[in-house]
């Protein structure tokens, strides 16, 4: 499998060459793919055992329903998708990352390394269905 710098270069040719995106296109070029990868991480989310579909919810969210995309917090938009845990009610991006990378008392399961290895090729094909779609148009 190729890396994803292969792929978009492999794509880059097909196309033709350059294509001058406005960010809004970039957008939705970005947010196709940040769609796949949420769900994608989502289900990992519930697959590793993180998801316990008989607690009461309460005032906090599961980690799997806490899952957002959107522009990180602060930055510029460029035409770039996040994908990432919310903090409204409970910080879920730390407890989420101790549970992917372990601390010195619970052992790591990588479930978020895991989902975003496992949703590349994935993430790339909806993302160029977009890319060809606007390019179609222009």
């Given at each position: 499998m190729a890396d994803l710098s292969e792929q978009l270069d492999d794509m880059l040719q097909q196309i033709g060459g350059i294509v001058n995106l406005t960010i809004e296109e970039r957008e939705e070029i970005t947010h196709a793919g940040a769609t796949v990868l949420a769900k994608n991480l989502r289900q990992a989310t519930i697959d590793s055992g993180h998801?316990?579909?008989?607690?009461?919810?309460?005032?906090?969210?599961?980690?799997?329903?806490?899952?957002?995309?959107?522009?990180?917090?602060?930055?510029?938009?460029?035409?770039?998708?996040?994908?990432?845990?919310?903090?409204?009610?409970?910080?879920?991006?730390?407890?989420?990352?101790?549970?992917?990378?372990?601390?010195?008392?619970?052992?790591?399961?990588?479930?978020?390394?895991?989902?975003?290895?496992?949703?590349s090729e994935e993430v790339l094909k909806a993302e160029a269905e977009v890319f060809e779609r606007i390019i179609k148009e222009k």
């Open positions: 998801y316990n579909a008989n607690r009461k919810i309460g005032d906090m969210t599961h980690l799997a329903d806490s899952i957002q995309i959107g522009n990180l917090k602060g930055t510029v938009t460029d035409g770039s998708s996040a994908v990432g845990f919310t903090k409204p009610d409970a910080n879920h991006s730390r407890i989420a990352r101790f549970l992917n990378d372990g601390t010195r008392y619970i052992k790591g399961d990588s479930f978020i390394d895991n989902a975003r290895d496992n949703s």
